[in-house]
C-alpha cells in the first residue's frame, strides 16, 4: 500500500462514522435526483447514469450494514433505512421501464417485499405526518410492481394496508390531507374491479408452455416474405375519459404490456433473493444489479414506452428518438387508444357531408406531399392556397375544415392534444405496426398508401363498440373491446356473451382454450402458406408477438361478424390494411366452424349467424365431462 493510500485511509477513520455516512446519504440524494426525472425510452442512453447511481447506493448499503449498530447510536431511524431501500426499488422499476427487463422488476420486487415484512416505516408514522406520506407513497409504489408482475395476493393484501393506513391517518391528521390518498384508493378499487381474476385465468404474457414456441412457427415462403422483422420497441397510450386506471397505468395499457413480455417459466422467481442479511437487513448479494436472474431460456422482452396522455411534441418526440434507435430488422408497435373526431366536411350551400373522413385525409395527403428529402411540393392546388377559394372550388366541392383525430386531453387545448394520421406518417419510414382502438379509428386508414418508405401493417377497431360487461357498465368499465381481444381472447368471447368468472366452469373453459389455440394455428399456418399474402404481414409472422395480435384480431373480426347483434353492420367490424387472404376471411367455412364450436360449448349458437350449415364434431363437449 503506498504511503497516499495510508495517508487517505487515516484521514478517513478519523472522520466519524455517521458524518460519513450523512455524505454518502447526500452523495446519493444528488444522483437519485438526477436520474429519476430522466425519460424512459430512450435506447441504452442514460445506462451509465443507472450504473453511477446504483453504485454510490451499493456504497451507501453496504456502509450502514458494516455500521449498524454506530449509525443507531448515533441517531440513525429505521424509516431511513428504508428509505434507501425503497429509493433502490424505485431504481429497479425506473430501469425496468427503460428496459423492459424483467430482472429489474423482481429485483424491485424483493427490495419493496423486504421493507414491508421489516415494517421499516410502520413506527411512528401515525405520529410524523411526513413519514405517514413516506409509507402511504412506498405502498403505491409496490402496488404498482405487484401489478405489473402479476402477484395479485400481495396486490390484495397491499391494497387492504393502504385503505386502512388512510382511514388512521385521515382520524389523525386532518381529513383535507388525505383526499388525493382517497382517490388512491378509489382508483386501485377499481381497477381490480375490472381487470378480475376471470381476465387473469390465463397469463397475459406470452407462454412458452401455453403459445407456440418460436421455434415451431411455420415459417413464409422467401420470395412472399422479403424481410423477417422482429418486435423491438413499442409505443403504448391511453387516454378515455373517466377510464380505468391506477397511477398513470391505463387498464389498456396495462393489458397490452403484459401483453408484450415472455411469461417467465419458473426460474425468475426462484432466485436466493428472498434470504435476509445479517442484522435483519438485506442481504448485500441483492444490490448487484448485474447478477442475472431472468429466465436464461428467454429472449428479450421488447423495449416499451407507456406514455398516459401525452402532448403531440411529447408524442413525436418519444416516436422519433425510437425511430432513429431502431434496429435494422426492428419493428416498432404504436398502440393508441382514445376517443375521437372523424372529421366533418361541409358543401358550399352548408347541405350535407359529400367525402367520409378518410377520403378528406387522403385528399389533403395527396395536395401537400411530405417528400423523404424534406421538400415540400404541391400536386393540386388547395383552397387554401389559392387567392381565390371559390375559383378553385367547383359546385358540388366540400371544403374540409377539419380531419379525424385522436383525442388525449380535454378539447379546450386544440391540437395541442390532438394525434391526426398525418402526424405518424413521417415514421413511416421504419417499418410501424399499428393498432388504433376508437371510435374515430376509420380516419387511419389514409395511412396506407401514403407511408413514406415502408408500408404499415394497421389493427383498427370498429367505430362502435358493442357493450360488455354489466348492462350498467360505462363503455370503458372494463377495457376496449378490441383490446380485451387481442390480449385475452377467449374472456372477450365469453364477455361478448354476457359470461363472467362466476358463469364459467373451469373444464369448460379449458375446452374452449384448447379449441381456440388449435384454430388460432391452423389460421397461422393458412397465412403462412396463402399464396396471397401481403409481404406487409409476411414480414411480421416470424415475430411471435405480432403473430398473436394478428391471429387474435382474425378471431375478432369473425366473432363480430357472425354474432346476431353486430352481423351486417359493418360500423361494428374491425379493419385491418392492407387486406388479408380470402383464406381467413369471417365466412369461409372454417372460421364459421371454429366460432359455432365454441358458442356450442357455452350454449351460445343461436346468438351467432351462420350462413352455411355447419357440421359439430359429436364430441364437442366430451372435453367438458372428461
Partial sequence: MSQQQMNNNTSSSNIPVSERYWTLVDKADKKFSKIRDLPYYERNRYDTYFYKVFKVYTQLWKFQQENRQKLVEAGLKR??????????????????????????????????????????????????????????????????????????????????????????????????DFKEWKLVVQEIVRFLKADTAFMNIRPLRYSLVLDPHPDVLPHVAAPVARKNLRLRDAVLSSYHHNEVKFSELTLDTFRMLQCLEWEPSGSFYLSAGGKNGQNGALGSSRINHSQDIADPTLPPNPRKAVLYRPSL?????????????????????????????????????????????????????????????????????????????????????????????????????????????SDLIP?????????????????????????????????????????????????????????????????????????????????????????????????GLTLATSDNLDPVWAQILGDQFLRRFLLRFIFCRAVLTLFVQTYNKEEFHPECMPALPDAVSPRTSAFQTAVVQLAKLFHATKRFVFTEAIPLPDDINSGTRS
Fill in 427 to 523: 415514421f413511416t419510414r421504419r417499418p410501424l405496426f399499428i393498432i388504433i382502438e376508437s371510435d374515430a379509428s376509420e380516419v387511419f386508414k389514409a395511412i396506407s398508401g401514403a407511408e413514406k418508405g415502408e408500408r404499415a401493417a394497421l389493427l383498427l377497431s370498429p367505430n362502435c363498440s358493442f357493450p360488455i360487461g354489466s348492462s350498467d357498465a360505462s363503455r370503458h368499465s372494463v377495457g376496449s373491446l378490441l383490446t380485451i381481444f387481442l390480449t385475452a381472447p377467449l374472456q372477450a368471447f365469453c364477455l361478448l356473451l354476457g359470461i363472467s368468472g362466476s358463469d364459467i366452469e373451469m373444464d369448460t373453459y379449458k375446452h374452449a382454450e384448447s379449441l381456440l389455440s388449435s384454430s388460432l394455428n391452423d389460421w
Fill in 79 to 176: 424509516w431511513e433505512i428504508g428509505e434507501i431501500a425503497s429509493r433502490i426499488g424505485q431504481l429497479y422499476y425506473g430501469q425496468y421501464m427503460r428496459t423492459s427487463e424483467a430482472s429489474y422488476l423482481s429485483e424491485a420486487y424483493i427490495f419493496y417485499e423486504a421493507i414491508l415484512t421489516r415494517e421499516y416505516f410502520k413506527e411512528g408514522s401515525f405520529q410524523d405526518f411526513n413519514l405517514a406520506n413516506k409509507q402511504l407513497r412506498f405502498l403505491a409504489r409496490f402496488l404498482m410492481v405487484c401489478l405489473v408482475l402479476n402477484r395479485r395476493e400481495m396486490v390484495h393484501q397491499l391494497v387492504n394496508l393502504l385503505k386502512m393506513l388512510v382511514d388512521e391517518c385521515k382520524r389523525t391528521f386532518q381529513d383535507t
Fill in 313 to 421: 411534441t411529447h408524442f413525436i418526440a418519444v416516436l422519433a428518438t425510437i425511430c432513429e434507435e431502431l434496429p435494422p430488422d426492428g419493428v416498432l408497435l404504436v398502440y393508441l387508444s382514445a376517443s375521437g373526431t372523424t372529421g366533418h366536411t361541409l358543401s358550399p350551400s352548408g347541405s350535407g357531408t359529400c367525402f367520409n373522413a378518410a377520403e378528406n385525409i387522403t385528399r389533403d395527403f395527396q395536395s401537400h406531399t411530405i417528400h423523404s428529402d424534406g421538400t415540400s411540393t404541391s400536386s393540386m392546388s388547395s383552397p387554401s392556397n389559392s387567392p381565390n377559394p371559390s375559383a378553385s372550388q367547383k359546385k358540388g366541392d366540400c371544403i374540409s375544415y377539419h380531419t379525424g383525430c385522436l383525442q388525449f386531453g380535454n378539447c379546450g387545448s386544440g391540437g395541442l392534444n390532438c394525434i391526426y394520421p
